[in-house]
């Protein structure tokens, strides 16, 4: 596989750090290709695909505390009514749509 490196150089009034990308030629030019049609320079669409991908990311949250849990499941709860069956329930739901071949869900 061959790989291309491209350095490109951009002139801002802030701090920016230099990175390399190791992409196939025919993912830069698909990369360039959509960031042409978005009407960015290959740069910004990757940047701007990091930082999609980042918030993306933290958006899902994590839950690191009891509280955190507590909530999570009160959000679950309040989306769906009724009881939760038991497991044996569960059991005789998968043992039939084995049989079947399907379930009936």
Request: with cysteine; aromatic share 8%; glycine share 6%.
């Amino acid at each position: 596989m061959v790989m291309c490196s491209y350095a490109v150089y951009v002139e801002v009034s802030y701090p920016m750090a230099r990175i390399q990308v190791l992409i196939s030629p025919e993912e830069r030019e698909a990369f360039r290709r959509m960031a042409l049609s978005e009407g960015l320079s290959l740069s910004a669409w990757l940047r701007q695909a990091g930082l999609d991908r980042l918030a993306a990311a933290q958006a899902q949250g994590r839950i690191e505390s009891a509280e955190q849990l507590d909530e999570f499941f009160r959000v679950c709860d309040a989306g769906h009514s009724g009881r939760e069956p038991d497991w044996e329930e569960h059991l005789k739901v998968i043992a039939k749509s084995r049989s079947s071949g399907q379930s009936d869900t």
